[in-house]
C-alpha cells in the first residue's frame, strides 16, 4: 500500500512564501514522476509544477520565476517552494506522483490529500 502525505499549506500574506512537502510512503520500487496541482473555488484542477525522475521541470505559466519544485529521491519526497505568492494564488495544493510499487510493479497514479493555501492580507 503506497499514500501520499502531504504538509506545509497556510495563511500567509501576499508576497509571502510556503514550503509545500509531500512524503510517499509503502512499498515503492521507483518514483517516475511527481507534481503539484491546485484547485480553486469554482475553478479545475490545474498543474502547478511536474518533475521527472531525471530532474526535468516544468510549470504553469503563472507561477514560473515564483514557484520551483525539487525532489528528495532518498526521503521519497517532493517540495514546492512557493515564493511571492498572490491572492490568486489560493487554493488546496495536491501532490500527484507516477510510481511503481513493489508488491504491483506497475506504474499507478496516486495522489495526497490536498492542503490548503491562501494568501490574504
Known amino acids: 500500500q503506497v499514500q501520499l502525505v502531504e504538509s506545509g499549506g497556510g495563511l500567509v500574506q501576499p508576497g509571502g512564501s510556503l514550503r509545500l512537502s509531500c512524503a510517499a510512503s509503502g512499498s515503492i520500487y521507483s518514483i517516475n514522476y511527481s507534481g503539484w496541482y491546485r484547485q480553486a473555488p469554482g475553478k479545475e484542477r490545474e498543474l502547478v509544477a511536474g518533475?521527472?525522475?531525471?530532474?526535468?521541470?516544468n510549470y504553469a505559466d503563472s507561477v514560473k520565476g515564483r514557484f520551483t519544485i525539487s525532489r528528495d529521491n532518498v526521503k521519497n519526497t517532493v517540495y514546492l517552494q512557493m515564493n511571492s505568492l498572490k491572492p490568486e494564488d489560493t487554493a488546496v495544493y495536491y501532490c500527484?506522483?507516477?510510481?511503481?510499487?513493489?508488491?504491483?510493479?506497475?506504474?499507478?497514479?496516486?495522489w495526497g490529500q490536498g492542503t490548503q493555501v491562501t494568501v490574504s492580507s
Open positions: 500527484i506522483m507516477r510510481l511503481v510499487s513493489t508488491t504491483t510493479r506497475f506504474e499507478d497514479v496516486y
Open positions: 518533475i521527472t525522475s531525471g530532474g526535468s521541470t
